[in-house]
């Protein structure tokens, strides 16, 4: 059973960078893509970053466009999402999730739909403050 296990988060301040981590784990890792997900408090969780299990295809948030980037380490089964010039309100805790698409389904159609991914990890909080 797949397991994904997120890792990263902490305290950085207005500007800032960090790197988040989720690993992938466990027998026949059948999965298409693996996306990364925010929920800050009082509000629904969004689809932030996504990534095809080959790399060759991305999707992004508008607000995160130019700031964030994933990307994937084949050898080690880990997706990265590197972020920079953090702001307040990117606080949130970021939960990592893959899913196999449907057919004719893109990365891009699928990140916005977390409710339709299938596999999560526990999460990690991410808070910007001074």
């Known amino acids: 059973q797949l397991q994904l296990v997120e890792s990263g988060g902490g305290l950085v301040q207005p500007g800032g960078s960090l790197r988040l981590s989720c690993a992938a784990s466990?027998?026949?890792?059948?999965?298409?893509?693996i996306g990364w997900f925010r929920q800050a408090p009082g509000t629904e969780r969004e689809g932030v970053s996504c990534?095809?299990?080959?790399?060759?295809?991305?999707n992004y948030a508008d607000s995160v466009k130019g700031r964030f980037t994933i990307s994937r380490d084949y050898a080690k089964d880990t997706v990265y999402l590197q972020m920079d010039s953090l702001q307040p309100e990117d606080t949130a805790i970021y939960y990592c999730?893959?899913?196999?698409?449907?057919?004719?389904?893109?990365?891009?159609?699928?990140?916005?739909?977390?409710?339709?991914?299938?596999?999560w990890g526990q999460g990690t909080q991410v808070t910007v403050s001074l």
């Open positions: 990534i095809s299990r080959s790399g060759s295809s991305t």
């Open positions: 999730a893959a899913v196999s698409l449907p057919p004719l389904t893109t990365v891009q159609a699928m990140c916005p739909a977390w409710r339709r991914w299938t596999t």
């Open positions: 466990g027998f026949g890792l059948d999965y298409d893509a």
